[in-house]
């Protein structure tokens, strides 16, 4: 059945949104969680498996060390404390993919807890930015489940399938679960600041280098929570007014998905209670394909999964030293660096959010460190290729160009062999795998031409096969001189200095 929605903005005059994001982090360990199984990811199903993981009668767990060193860099990157002891808990409900049957988490004693992360989103007169502090519950340690197949079906879910396979190789892989408090005042943006928050979080874990955060494989999930509460009346404040009943929408792998799934179940829930319903406090599951989501079942509360500590694993008490010394390993934070990065490269707000969201920065950072200069490496990573990578869905990493590669190609136009149609055609030999940028020019026979007589010779023909032209430049409408400079390459096949061959034109001409 269709839901029946309200408009975005009438959910706004009458209900103030709040959300709460939980966030799955597979770590790259090498190993799972509590046993020695291999933690890559594609293998063959059921082939990274042993009678720990599998849940096997007598299998004894033990814990992952990087997993916990992991963890606690993530913690203190996101201003947690961080606990001096903490257990580890059987969570207990039917999982058809977890064949131990319960899932070895943290429940009342997290390895990190209460933290924040500031997110900017674009200031909506487009000056500027506004930040949001996201603050943060815990961030936990805990297993991942395996991964079940619904063979048959047209959608892929169990609904309609003939029959389910289950893969154990992700049994086991190790998590951290970062939960968020609720956050309130956001309004219309509520939306664009889940999507923020989960790029921020992103961003800051790669840079962490615990994880490869690739949403499309799963390394990265999120749990949409949402839910609405009447505006306030004149004799009360906003925080005043209780939260209301929240959905949790399952497992949302990318970050625009995020923002369509936050702004879908805020314009559900409004016609919800429009219809002077009740929302369900339940799972629901989003659709990409349609925009929507759907009712999973009814959400279970703590109480329901039995939680018990974890009688096979010893605490876990990390010193003060350690956790120092952890924290010393800590990188820039990534919004700081790009703040940093901008101003060293001169680049506008407006330039460097459209490299953000090309997702090129470091990419960019390595190619000026080989010898670009910042606006050509903008210009072939954050333009031609990302461009490139959209029109095909791929990464701009994907096409085999290298950040030395652009650097090179940066170098044949600065020294005047190439121009920038010629450059292009270089660059698409380099994807083609035809070598690197010189080998693909003197391949290809791509040099601008350095005689200046020919160059002359050009330009007179082409003022003397267009006197109306001409005479529009003689006359002071300099731009006309673009027709002249187009007939110029023409004539030259495209291997003439445009440049050249304007000031050429102008002084024939002015």
């Known amino acids: ?155 892929g879910r169990i609904h309609g399938a003939d029959h389910s396979l289950v893969d154990y190789n992700r049994a086991g892989i190790p998590l951290i679960e970062i939960v968020t408090k609720p956050l309130t005042g956001a309004g219309k943006r509520a939306p664009e600041v889940a999507r923020a928050y989960v790029s921020a979080l992103r ?12 949403m499309e494989q799963g390394s990265l999930r999120c749990d949409a929570n949402v839910s609405l509460r009447p505006l306030a009346t004149d004799e009360q404040s906003q925080d005043q007014v209780p939260l209301g009943t929240r959905t949790e929408t399952k497992n949302v792998n990318s970050l625009r ?44 509360d703590a109480e329901d999964y039995r939680y018990f500590p974890e009688p096979d694993l010893v605490p876990v008490a990390p010193t003060r030293e350690t956790i120092e010394t952890l924290r010393r390993t800590l990188p820039e934070p990534p919004a700081q660096r790009r703040k940093r990065l901008q ?26 460190g080989a010898g670009a200069t910042p606006a050509a490496a903008r210009k072939w990573w954050a333009g031609e290729l990302a461009r490139r990578a959209n029109a095909e869905g791929k990464g701009v990493d994907e096409f085999g160009v290298t950040p030395a590669a652009v650097a090179e190609l940066d170098g044949l136009v600065r020294a005047g062999r190439l121009n920038d149609s010629m450059a292009r055609q270089v660059l698409e030999g380099v994807i083609e795998g035809e070598g690197s940028p010189t080998q693909v020019a003197d391949a290809r026979g791509l040099e601008l031409v350095q005689d200046d007589g020919a160059l002359e010779a050009a330009v007179d023909q082409v003022i003397a096969a267009n006197p ?31 440049g050249k061959a304007r ?8």
């Open 257 to 300: 998905s995020v923002e369509r799934a936050v702004r879908y179940e805020i314009t559900r829930h409004a016609a919800v209670l429009d219809r002077g319903e009740k929302i369900v406090q339940e799972t629901r599951h989003w659709h990409e394909d349609t925009g929507v989501t759907t009712s999973g079942r009814e959400k279970s």
């Open 503 to 510: 000031e050429i034109i102008l002084s024939r001409l002015t």
């Open 343 to 368: 101003a060293e490269w001169g680049y506008s707000d407006l330039e460097m959010r459209d490299v953000v969201n090309a997702g090129v920065v470091e990419i960019i950072e390595e190619t000026v």
């Open 203 to 214: 961003d800051l874990l790669r840079a962490l280098g615990v994880s490869d955060v690739r």
């Open 1 to 155: 059945m269709t839901d029946v929605l309200v408009s975005f903005d009438d959910a706004l005059a009458s209900f103030d949104p709040s959300f709460g994001l939980e966030v799955h982090v597979e770590l790259n360990t090498a190993t799972k969680m509590f046993c020695g199984c291999p933690a890559s990811f594609g293998a063959e199903p059921n082939t990274q498996t042993c009678p720990t993981c599998l849940g096997l009668p007598g299998s004894m767990p033990a814990v992952n060390a990087k997993a916990v060193e992991s963890a606690i860099r993530i913690g203190l990157a996101l201003n947690c404390e961080i606990a001096e002891w903490c257990r580890f808990a059987r969570k207990n409900y039917f999982y058809p993919d977890m064949p131990k049957n319960f899932q070895t988490s943290q429940y009342d004693e997290p390895i990190a807890y209460e933290g924040y992360l500031d997110v900017e989103i674009p200031s909506l007169n487009g000056v500027g930015t506004e930040v949001y502090r996201v603050a943060i519950e815990r961030a936990h340690m805990e297993e991942d489940t395996g991964k079940s197949l619904h063979i048959g079906g047209a959608t």
């Open 468 to 498: 109306d032209v001409a005479q529009k430049v003689r006359d002071g409408k300099v731009q006309a001189a673009g027709a002249l400079i187009g007939q110029v390459m023409k004539q030259m096949k495209g291997q003439a200095d445009a």
